[in-house]
């Protein structure tokens, strides 16, 4: 079997042609030295059913959909690894996501706002009150620098993220927001345009946690205010008209490649507005 940095350097490399962002090749490579160090410690022999039992203790969704993407990588180059079909990993993973357990009961945006202005430090406050109008996923909100916002003649924000997720470029046009459009331009005058405008990631969610919501559900609430927004504009078009220009805008916004993936937004039951 190759060596620990033998196998890293082939992930590594199998990220990059994928256009991975660096940070997540640098999770990847915690994630598969997590998995290698427990074979070690545990003087086990990697095979389906070792993997499997270690698979089945990883907590975390996002850290068992890499672990299995691990796998999924490295069995191209590394036969010990090759004990799974495709089918079967993506079972592994569909089966870990109708196993989760719902941690929070829904809420309403409404309420989360409520939290969210109870909230005296304005790079939390109005982080998230961003977030809520321009569909920013909690890392994009953290690379945000002065001169990746600009503030439009008619009292809108645009956004400019220069690494999105897969690494793409993207232009977004917020939601409006009055008490947002003169409070953050209030808050950066002092800001140099290189500065970070806002906390970590981590933060971020630690923050969103001790209030009782998770920063991705104020992604979910802006997919279904941008469907709002996108029903009242076409309300007098044709049905087939008003079904074609949602899917199209709402995809858009939502910067995903399928449309089912925005469907997957606008049905969450995580969070009404």
């Known amino acids: 079997m190759k060596s620990r940095s033998e196998l890293e350097e082939l992930l590594i490399e199998k990220l990059i042609v994928e256009e991975y962002r660096d940070r997540t090749i640098s999770e990847y490579k915690n994630t598969l030295n997590r998995m290698y160090n427990h074979f ?23 850290e068992l959909s890499r672990a299995v993407n691990v796998i999924r990588i490295l069995k191209e180059f590394e036969e010990t690894f090759n ?45 998230f009150r961003l977030m809520i109008v321009s569909g920013l996923r909690v890392f994009e909100l953290s690379e945000l620098k002065k001169q990746d916002i600009i503030f439009n003649s008619d009292k809108t924000i645009t956004l400019k993220i220069l690494s999105g997720k897969g690494g793409k470029v993207a232009e977004i046009k917020c939601l409006k927001d009055d008490y947002l459009y003169k409070e953050l331009q209030e808050f950066l005058e002092d800001k140099l345009e290189e500065e970070k405008v806002f906390y970590s990631k981590i933060a971020m969610q630690k923050k969103a946690l001790r ?31 008003q079904k074609e220009i949602l899917e199209e805008e709402l995809k858009e916004a939502m910067r995903h490649s399928k449309i089912d993936t925005s469907y997957s937004y606008i049905n969450s039951k995580r969070i009404e507005v």
């Open 211 to 241: 209030l009782r919501f998770k920063c991705h559900d104020l992604r979910r609430a802006y997919s279904k205010l941008v469907k709002k927004e996108i029903q009242e504009s076409t309300k007098d078009f044709p049905e087939d008209e």
């Open 83 to 127: 004990c799974f079909s495709s089918s079967e990993l993506k079972k592994i993973i569909s089966e870990k996501s109708n196993n989760r357990h719902r941690p929070y009961d829904p809420y309403s945006l409404s309420e989360v706002k409520r939290k969210i202005n109870t909230i005296r430090d304005k790079k939390y406050k109005l982080g």
């Open 40 to 62: 070690i410690i545990n003087k086990k022999e990697i095979n389906n059913k070792n993997l499997n039992d270690y698979l089945v203790t990883i907590k975390n969704k996002t």
